[in-house]
Nanobody, 130 residues
Framework: QVQLVESGGGSVQAGGSLRLSCAAS?????????MGWSRQSPGQERVGTAT?????????TYKDSAKGRFTISRDNAKNTLYLQMNDLKPEDTAVFFC?????????????????????WGQGTKVTVSS
């Protein structure tokens, strides 16, 4: 089992920054090896924003809308996943979710189908005003 708890959302003006955190606890032999941040804007489907592999290489991927502005990272000692978001835009307004999955040969990237993530946090809301 993996339990995920997000924090760090809030309201900012366009151009501002926020850092989201996801505290993860993993128990049992089937641990996650891929984690990511997804977002869901009002009236839209949830989409992957950034992913990171939990091995020593920590390969990360980003949706085009996040490239150059968002950075996903992890602190293994704290079992915490982060999403640093800079130069926020009004279109970034969404609920951001932390997700985890144990992949058996699949690719840990933003094209990974949302429905196949095994674990989800409760979400943290980000509002960007112009």
């Amino acid at each position: 089992q993996v339990q995920l708890v997000e924090s760090g959302g809030g309201s900012v003006q366009a151009g501002g920054s926020l850092r989201l955190s996801c505290a993860a606890s993993q128990t049992g032999p089937r641990e996650a090896n891929c984690m990511g941040w997804s977002r869901q804007s009002p009236g839209q489907e949830r989409v992957g924003t950034a992913t990171i592999e939990l091995d020593e290489f920590a390969r990360s991927t980003y949706k085009d809308s996040a490239k150059g502005r968002f950075t996903i990272s992890r602190d293994n000692a704290k079992n915490t996943l982060y999403l640093q978001m800079n130069d926020l835009k009004p279109e970034d307004t969404a609920v951001f979710f932390c997700a985890a999955v144990h992949l058996y040969g699949g690719k840990c990237d933003t094209n990974f189908p949302q429905r196949y993530f095994d674990y989800w946090g409760q979400g943290t809301k980000v509002t960007v005003s112009s």
